[in-house]
């Protein structure tokens, strides 16, 4: 456990002071940022308002999109608060050598990573939903900015890497939840009336 933790505050320390960079500074808060609650709710409306507007129909949205999103990003949170308040690990921001962005006012318990968790469960949900269809590249985009995400996070001496890579496991547990609890509502639903097109981004291909 020592050598694990060790090896864990290392590459830390190789992410936090390797890659700090003024030019880089803007871009990991720009990128951090789409971890925040309010920023991937408002993503979640928008997307379900798009699949509604596709449908016709603004219910057919909320089940497609909505809800399980909601719930992908309601479980993992959830999960990760719970588990920060059971594991009494501090944040590498109370090193002193750790390089901090001064917007940063986060102190308390570190395990898992909050941002990471809510970023994967959206980022792996919109992967399975997509992954069979001519959208699969929003599924791939979608996991490349949560990873990123999780990279902030390092960056910018918040989290350990231990902590996002917790929080991408929890993550993509309420993605796949979210996904096949969906699965399960529109298989058991009558059918509703639609055009190739309109279906494509949600029915997998034969």
């Not at 699949?51 to 909505?66: N, T």
């Amino acid at each position: 456990m020592d050598y694990l933790l060790s090896w864990d505050r290392e590459l830390f320390f190789r992410i936090n002071h390797g890659l700090s960079h003024p030019l880089l500074d803007p871009v990991m808060w720009l990128i951090t940022s789409l971890g925040l609650g309010w920023v991937q709710l408002l993503g979640v409306l928008m997307a379900s308002g798009w699949a509604a507007r596709r449908r016709s129909a603004w219910g057919e949205g909320v089940k497609m999109v909505l809800l399980p999103a909601v719930m992908a990003f309601l479980g993992s949170g959830i999960t990760a608060q719970i588990l920060k308040r059971l594991v009494p690990r501090l944040r590498p921001s109370n090193l002193p050598d750790a390089i901090v962005a001064p917007d940063e006012r986060i102190f308390h318990n570190s395990f898992p990573s909050g941002h990471t968790a809510t970023a994967f469960a959206l980022a792996f949900w919109v992967f399975l939903l997509t992954y069979r269809t001519r959208f699969r590249w929003w599924g791939y985009g979608a996991l490349l900015l949560a990873g990123l995400v999780g990279l902030s996070r390092v960056y910018r001496g918040v989290h350990y890497p231990s902590d996002v890579v917790a929080g991408a496991l929890i993550g993509i547990l309420w993605g796949a939840v979210a996904y096949f609890s969906l699965n399960a509502r529109r298989s058991s639903a009558p059918p509703v009336a639609e055009s190739p097109q309109d279906s494509a981004w949600v029915s997998p291909r034969d």
